[in-house]
């Protein structure tokens, strides 16, 4: 019986020095984090609006963490190149993605083999808010005038967007079906295109963001008649947010954030987590954010993954309505 009791009480011994040495070893591993450098993998294109932004934060990420950061841009397939190499990166924290809405679209639209969920979320740094604008000589100049215009002529309003299942695509079908309204939708090759296409005359609206659309708005040849934003945006303190126009439905964002491969650490996403956060009130971002036209919208990781779980469903129904699989 003593013997047995030895043997037990050697055995719980060693399980408890293993335990312990594997928890001294992680909080280690958190402790030496970062100890060589990070890399952003950012899915859209260099010279974009999402680029730019990534670009900016990097150097002083790298001030605060200790280490440099690189953004490497792997584009394609509407973001599914970027987004599967992510997820297949190992999980340690030092290879991260930016996570744009593009995540949520390309999955309903492409057979990818990834999700959002693919995904440690680190936190959301930046959200833009799609938008009603026209052409400036439109002869409406509410959002109830438009859609008075719309319902007596069904299917002749001509929604441009930023391509085939990207966020101002299903925006727009969410906007139509919520409102009642039959539209047609022309892709883009991004929402500069749209912006375009609505100043020149050559369709009837967009759903891209303010942001795209400023210069054409200034210049006198569009014009806002809403911005599906919580708040209105101050550049533009006259035009109405959405609910304020009278439109109650809910939209998708169309947001900035990180993430890391699934199984990286909490204690490290927290360590990246602190330093975003520290980076996004740095005030050279500040500055950079605002002579942009970026908006520093900060969410936890929960919380931006809760907006992406809901805002997918968007997604997912809109793509099916519209038939999007494999185009």
Known sequence: MKRTMLFLSIIL????QAAYAGGAAESSSAEKFPSKPITITCPPAAGGGTDLLYRAMAPVMARILGQSVNVVNKPGGGGAIGFSAAAKDKPDGYNIVALVAEVLGVTHVANVDFTFKSFEIINMVNATFGTIIV????????????????????GTVRFSNSGIGGPWHILAAAFAAQAGIEVIHVPFDGGGP????????????????????????????????????????????????????????????????????????????????????????????VEFMAKQGFTKNYMSGPDFYALMDRENEIFRVQSEALNLKGK
Request: no cysteine; aromatic share 8%; proline share 8%.
């Open 13 to 16: 011994l060693v399980f408890a």
């Open 135 to 154: 052409n400036a000589k439109a002869p409406y100049n509410t959002l109830q005038e438009f859609l008075d215009f719309a319902k007596k002529n069904p």
């Open 194 to 285: 749209a912006a375009i296409a609505v100043a020149g005359g050559h369709v009837e609206a967009t759903t891209s963001s303010a942001q795209e659309n400023e210069v054409h708005v200034r210049a006198g040849n569009s014009k806002i008649l809403s911005i599906f934003s919580p708040e209105r945006d101050p550049r533009f303190p006259n035009v109405p947010t959405g609910a304020e126009a009278g439109f109650k439905g809910q939209l998708i964002t169309v947001f900035r954030g990180f993430g890391a491969p699934k199984g990286t650490p909490a204690e490290i996403v927290k360590i990246l987590d602190d330093a975003i956060k520290q980076t996004l009130d740095d005030p050279a971002i």
